[in-house]
């Protein structure tokens, strides 16, 4: 099997995430939209002799949605399968899903394009480098593999650009109680400074706070004279000045070799006021903030719920707004930052093979969460290693042909020789 025409294939599988929920008897649904290119998937497995099973996590159902208007959501599921016999494995991992068309594309999305450009061939199409490439390439490479000794498995997850409900459901399975080491061949957003792929040991984590500030309305026409009024929108906006501010003081950076990577955060949401003559009484909004190894998001909430005694103690805010903060309400937990040594013996092993199949590698920690967040909550290593691409979650999302052929010849190399 030809990991470009895999690609090509699976690109124009529409398999975008609606990015939206439905609720019933207080569950929550996800729409979805994976199970056209997991059947496909699915086929080409069980033609490669895997012995392949769906994890259903959510059956088909008439539900009511976000809007109060009845949505059938589908079942879905991820696909796993395995092959090979002995006591330990090791498990590729990628989603099926991709976010939505963004704007000025300069092709079909669904309509994959190769063309030559920066003396690179290039294959353009949505999810082209997150993560279809990275799907192909293990298709590609486990096709033949009789593995000895060990288990080869693949994971395959619905819903990773959203809740990550496949994830969610994969740890509560055992998959993954024979697995020594788990390779996910995705995008790398970490700084590179090589022209070498990336070995991604550790994310940062990631969290969203919400702000609510209760104030006291008033007639508008009243608010330069009127002692009663607490203007909810001006305590808002000051308040996220001292937030910001507190964040910019904070400042850690995670270091190893030569990777420094910091936290960060922004006002990602700002609701308040109803454009009307009264003084607004409500407002509203999240602080996006995301984490290097050793932060804790609990620890956090506490120090941010005293910056908010602070400042409405010395006058800064209003001491009659009433300010409630709290982790966002989400259906599945946050994603906590990781970081896996790479004297980690397995890590060791595959770095071993990485470097005699490459001319160099660099390590790499990533910027964004993602479902090996979720994976390292197991302790079972974890490393990202995908191919080389752009633009992902943006126009003209592609892929480096060559990047992948390599890394689908590597996989194969990896696989046939694992216990060695
Ligand atoms: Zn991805």
Sequence with gaps: MDPKTLLKELISIDSINPFRTAMKDGIRYGI?????????????????????????????????????????VPERFNIVAEKGQGEKSILFFAHLDTVDIKEDWNSNPFEPVVKVVDCKEKVYGLGAYDMKAGIAAILAATSKVNPQGYKIKVAFVADEEFWSFGTEHLLKTNLLNDVELIIVPEISDADKKTEFPS???????????????????????????????????????????????????????????????????????????????????????????????????????????EIVIQAQENGVIDNRAKIEINLRNRPTPYCRPYFFDPGIPVIQKFIKKVNKFYDGFEFGVGYSVADENRLAILDIPVVSFGPEGGNCHSPDEWVDVNSLIKLTDFFKELVNNWTN
């Design 32 to 72: 979805g939209n994976e199970n056209k290119i997991a059947d496909y998937i699915q086929d080409i497995l069980k033609n490669n002799n895997f012995t392949v099973s769906k994890q259903t996590f959510q059956k088909e159902a008439i539900v009511e949605t976000d809007y109060n208007k009845v949505a059938v």
């Design 199 to 305: 070995i991604i040991l550790g994310r940062r984590g990631r969290v969203e706070y919400e702000f609510k500030i209760k104030g006291k309305s008033t007639h508008g026409a009243l608010a330069r004279v009127s002692e009663s009024a607490v203007n909810a929108v001006h305590e808002s906006i000051k308040l996220q000045g001292e937030i910001l501010k507190y964040c910019q003081e904070s400042e850690k950076t995670f270091s190893f070799q030569d990777i420094q990577i910091k936290n960060s955060a922004y006002i990602n949401y700002h609701y308040g006021g109803k454009g009307v003559i009264s003084i607004p009484e409500y407002s509203r909004f999240l602080l996006d903030r995301s984490f290097i190894v050793g932060e804790d998001a609990e620890k956090e909430l506490q120090r941010l719920t």
